[in-house]
């Protein structure tokens, strides 16, 4: 058939359903290498035939042949490269259709790493930084192009993501596994804010202001719970001698100083003063208006949410005495609902 083949024998490759492809006049080692990566992408393509897999292989094999030239090389090592591109290729294609399907390396030692139960991986992925949440996200929707043209990066790097996402998940799916990729995926320092200016971090990209945004509520939120705790303690230690030193001095409130320890402890115990805002209206009215105005400190206010639902003859009333100004902006950074309503400028 071509120059490269050598003398005729038929060749069988069998597939899985019984079928078999039949290759008359084709260099053994060529076949056996070719069924090897159809196998291979047989593996995490089980809807698609095996004999579909070969023939795919084979034609591109074919099709390569015509440019190759012995001088520049052994057949072999030529085919053998002719298969990794097109199987990467055919990879390539079925898990940027399908999503979350990769392969650790490539050739001899390719391995699936795929088949997880996805509420499983989905509680392992929202224990990492934003990039990877969105990125586990936008696989199950979106090709690899679409993906690098929302991180405005190469291709390369989002398959390098992918790779590093996938072995994290089987890595946590084998309780004999480490998490050792806890360094490669990482977020941003909290040291970043310190050591960086408004503007620097400002140019950062979202993912990372994502991260350490959650990574600063978490620590407000830690360090509320510690206060809280830390203050209940000093309760217990000290209040006994805070009440006993304020009776002695005829009072329920106030500040009391002792020592302890060394150290001197200085408690203090505030008032908390509530008024029956009925009984004050009433005795409001009745005091002299100079007196009133010097001692009765009034304001009135309108729940916002009532007024808008005021008729808007009542709003019209009210418009004079009504001013509205811009309050401090307020950011959420949250992954998208929609993969749709993702793009470049977002991310």
């Not at 053998?80 to 399908?98: A, P």
């Not at 959650?214 to 209040?239: C, T």
């Amino acid at each position: 058939m071509f120059f490269c083949f050598e003398p005729l024998h038929t060749y069988y490759v069998f597939n899985w359903s019984g079928q078999v492809n039949r290759y008359d006049g084709i260099n053994e080692e060529v076949v056996k290498s070719v069924k090897f990566y159809a196998t291979r992408l047989k593996r995490y393509m089980s809807h698609i035939d095996l004999e579909d897999i070969e023939q795919e292989l084979m034609l591109e094999v074919i099709k390569s042949l015509r440019i190759f030239k012995k001088e520049s090389g052994k057949l072999l090592p030529f085919i053998r490269t002719v298969l990794v591109r097109k199987s990467i290729t055919i990879q390539r294609t079925f898990y940027d259709k399908q999503g979350f399907t990769v392969l650790k390396d490539i050739g001899d030692k390719q391995e699936q790493v795929s088949n997880f139960r996805w509420n499983e991986a989905q509680e392992l992925i929202s224990t990492l930084p934003h990039r990877y949440r969105l990125l586990f996200q936008l696989l199950q929707r979106n090709s690899i192009s679409e993906i690098a043209g929302v991180f405005s990066v190469s291709r390369f790097c989002i398959y390098r993501d992918v790779k590093r996402l996938a072995s994290f998940i089987h890595c946590h799916l084998d309780p004999n596994d480490h998490n050792y990729l806890r360094r490669e995926i990482r977020m941003k320092n909290l040291s970043t804010i310190e050591t960086s200016t408004a503007k620097e971090l400002s140019g950062l990209p979202v993912h990372d202001l994502a991260d350490l945004n959650e990574q600063v509520v978490k620590l407000m939120s830690h360090a509320k719970e510690l206060k809280e705790k830390l203050d209940d303690a000093l309760n217990l230690r000290f209040a006994e001698t805070v009440q006993s030193n304020l009776r002695n001095e005829n009072k329920d409130t106030g500040t009391t100083k002792f020592v302890d320890g060394g150290f001197q402890i200085v408690a203090e115990v505030p008032k908390k003063v509530t008024w029956n805002a009925e009984q004050m209206a009433q005795i409001i009215k009745n005091m002299p208006e100079d007196k009133r105005k010097s001692i009765v400190k009034v304001s009135y206010a309108i729940d916002e949410r009532k007024y808008a639902n005021l008729p808007s003859e009542y709003q019209q009333i009210f418009i004079p005495a009504r001013t509205v100004t811009p309050g401090k902006m307020r950011f959420k950074i949250e992954l998208p609902e929609d993969q749709h309503d993702v793009g470049s400028n977002n991310v």
